[in-house]
């Protein structure tokens, strides 16, 4: 046994190579093993607890397993969704992405998301436009199910799909949505991002293939909107590529470092 605040300052020592904040992380993952929040820990430094099961935690920290997967929760758009090994850990930036789409979803459309990984942008999305229908796809069946948990977690209904793109949905679409996965495939990456699915990573040989077959699926339909996430770099191939398109207008737009992340393309009316 072991008092907390030896506890946390022992383990706060271990995460100094893998943690920005390490007495934050080691918090983070005490108030998880014992179930309590982090005022608790603050409140009795002296009570002692069983530390074996503590390190466990620390030590899979130390391995750089991204801190999201050990407690099973993330943090995204100021809400608390539940995250598992197998599926993407949403990003911050991802949030931009919903606040594009938001301004251009109409009442009554129907809105698509293309790779829902944890549900959190149709989640978001839903719960901003109760009345409008949202259907989702992802091809990882882990992420399909944790989905469902998080929709069931914020009360909403989406309509789920384990499928390719919009595969076998059978019926049109207004908006579609999607952050595919866009890295180059090879690109050797961050160590945590070791830990995260390969399929919500990888868009192909150029890291562009998913996002162009959106497009061109995009196009193909009779959707109005489309709005993708993407890499930083990828701005110009998107730029040229979607010039075989007549009849619509395409924005790109920055993150908070003033990276171009993604765009939204609207058809034009009449
Ligand atoms: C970058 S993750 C995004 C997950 C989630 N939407 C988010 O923003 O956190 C990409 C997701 O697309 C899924 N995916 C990859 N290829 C797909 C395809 N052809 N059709 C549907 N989903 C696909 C992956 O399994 C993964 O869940």
């Known amino acids: 046994m072991i008092p907390i605040e030896k506890a946390l300052k022992e383990a706060a020592d271990m995460l100094q190579e893998v943690a920005d904040r390490p007495l934050l992380e080691a918090q983070i993952l005490l108030a998880h093993y014992l179930r309590c929040d982090r005022v608790f820990l603050h409140a009795h430094p002296e009570t002692l607890i069983a530390q074996q099961g503590y390190f466990e935690l620390v030590r899979r920290r130390v391995n750089f397993e991204p801190i999201e997967y050990i407690i099973g929760e993330v943090s995204f758009y100021s809400r608390l969704f539940y995250i598992e090994p197998g599926v993407l850990i949403p990003r911050p ?46 091809i990882n069946p882990k992420a399909i199910s944790l989905a469902a948990k998080n929709a069931k977690k914020f009360g909403v209904q989406i309509e789920l799909y384990q499928t390719s793109y919009l595969d076998g949905i059978g ?44 497009i061109d699926r995009f196009f193909a339909s009779r959707a109005r909107v489309l709005a993708c996430e993407m890499g930083y770099d990828q701005k110009e191939a998107i730029a040229k590529y979607v010039q075989r398109y007549s009849g619509f207008t395409i924005e790109f737009y920055q993150d908070l470092a003033g990276l171009d992340r993604g765009f939204v393309i609207e058809r034009m009316r009449g």
């Open 171 to 214: 019926e049109e679409v207004d908006i579609i949505v999607s952050n595919p996965p866009y890295i180059k495939e090879g690109e050797k990456l961050a160590k945590p991002l070791d830990f995260e699915p390969k399929e919500a990573l990888f868009g192909g040989r150029n890291g562009d293939e998913v996002l162009k077959e959106i």
């Open 93 to 138: 930036e991802t949030e931009l992405l919903i606040d594009k789409v938001t301004q251009k979803i109409e009442p009554t459309e129907t809105i698509a998301e293309i790779g829902v990984g944890s549900g959190v942008i149709s989640i978001l999305l839903k719960l901003q436009f109760p009345h409008n229908k949202v259907l989702a796809t992802d």
